[in-house]
């Protein structure tokens, strides 16, 4: 019997982390994953495909780890003894990096230099090929430069996080040609999923909708609507990591849809999808504005569609319409999808809800 291929995850217990495991475990992989010690569970993403360790069916380890750790990330490497290693953990929310910019780039940055220098030394002394997938990010394009944005578009990033993509970025290439390590970097533009964290705002805004429509909501907060994004589906960005580390060469990827969409879009088309007009719940609050904003994102992602075979499966209308569909079912609510799409009577919902109907 063939050995299965073993992949370490970092940021396992986040939304991409989260769909990558499910897709190895699809594929046959053994996956390992470093989670964070937290005083609370974290897990809830993977508590579905996890099994017990004991039992002979177990696929996916988990191990106590941090980005900020070197001598636990050296060691995990050392049990775990992987074919590929995905660096997926950061701390990932762009306006929260200029209240924690220090954290930040210790993690997004230092962590991934932490990593490499961990898998350097593990595939010189052990001469084992540990192939690396670095989670780059096209906020690292930042200010419009070129429009659309590919691998060759020079970055110009906007805040501590983009800034520590960016070294994570050249680091990743830097080892690539320093030490012959198999490392990738994905250029990905944003993907939503109904696990994205409730605090990004396509799914800030899914959930408000779902808890306006079941009542328990009045009001939205949101800083600039004005803002440009690439969204796509994060189940498919996940396989353009894989992907990337099945080539002959290791290289870098712009992961994106090729369409940018405004956030006043996303609130039109999610609001409509419920029959509710989103100026009448959407209030401005300048507490969630940047001090520096990315105004526009669309990336071209030809080279992946041609070297990886890489597409997009779900469209933008489809995107928002899932993400909501989802909430309304978090809330206890029918998607609109099992309606054949007619529109929710909000009147009879919260009728039904309450129970007088
Ligand atoms: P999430 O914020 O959902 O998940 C982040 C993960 O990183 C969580 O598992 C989190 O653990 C973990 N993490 C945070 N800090 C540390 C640390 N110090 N040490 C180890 N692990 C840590 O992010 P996504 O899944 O959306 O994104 C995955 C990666 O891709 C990130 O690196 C992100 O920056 C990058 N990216 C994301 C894009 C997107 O649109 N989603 C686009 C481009 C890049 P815990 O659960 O304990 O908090
Ligand atoms: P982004 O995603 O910064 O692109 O980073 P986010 O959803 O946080 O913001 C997108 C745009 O929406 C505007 N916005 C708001 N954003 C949030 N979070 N909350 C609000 O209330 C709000 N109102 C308006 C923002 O100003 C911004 O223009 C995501 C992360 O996943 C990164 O880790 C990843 O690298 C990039 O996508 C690609």
Not at 16 to 37: C, M, N, P, Q, T
Not at 86 to 111: C, I, R, W
Not at 265 to 279: G, K, P, R, S, T
Not at 330 to 342: E, T
Request: hydrophobic residues 35%.
């Amino acid at each position: 019997m063939t050995q299965s291929k073993r992949a370490l995850i970092t940021g396992i217990t986040g939304q991409d982390g989260s769909y990558l495991a499910e897709f190895l475990l699809e594929k046959g992989y053994e996956v390992h994953g470093v989670i964070r010690r937290t005083s609370t569970f974290n897990t809830d993403r993977i508590d579905h495909i996890y099994v017990d360790p004991h039992s002979p069916d177990a696929k996916l380890f988990l191990h106590y780890g941090d980005l900020n750790d070197g001598t636990m990330l050296r060691r995990i490497l050392e049990q775990v003894k992987p074919d590929e290693v995905y660096n997926l953990g950061a701390q990932s929310h762009v306006k929260v990096s200029f209240d924690s910019p220090e954290y930040t780039v210790d993690t997004v940055a230092m962590g991934t230099l932490r990593l490499l220098e961990a898998i350097r030394d593990y595939q010189h002394r052990t001469g084992l090929e540990v192939r690396f997938y670095q989670a780059g990010s096209s906020e690292m394009f930042g200010k419009v430069q070129e429009v659309p944005q590919k691998e060759t578009t020079p970055f110009y990033p906007r805040s501590p996080y983009s800034c520590a993509k960016v070294y994570a970025h050249w680091q990743t290439l830097n080892y690539r040609e320093s030490y012959d390590l198999f490392a990738c970097n994905g250029i990905l533009f944003n993907h939503e999923s109904p696990r994205r964290g409730e605090t990004f705002v396509t799914r800030k805004i899914t959930r408000a909708l779902a808890r306006i429509v079941a009542g328990q909501q009045q009001q939205l907060f949101l800083g600039n609507l004005d803002a440009k994004r690439d969204w796509g589906y994060a189940k498919d960005y996940v396989r353009a990591m894989w992907l990337m580390l099945q080539q002959a060469k290791a290289d870098d990827y712009v992961i994106a849809t090729g369409e940018t969409h405004s956030i006043k879009e996303f609130l039109e088309i999610a609001f409509n999808y419920v029959n509710l007009d989103w100026n009448q719940y959407v209030t401005f609050d300048p507490r969630y504005l940047r001090p520096a904003e990315v105004d526009l994102l669309i990336g071209d992602p030809s080279k992946a569609q041609q070297k990886l075979g890489w597409q997009t499966t779900v469209s933008f209308e489809g995107l928002v319409k899932l993400m909501v569909d989802a909430d309304l079912e978090a809330v206890g609510l029918p998607p609109i999808n099992a309606q054949n799409g007619n529109g929710l009577d909000i009147a009879t919902i919260r009728k039904q809800m309450s129970g007088s109907l």
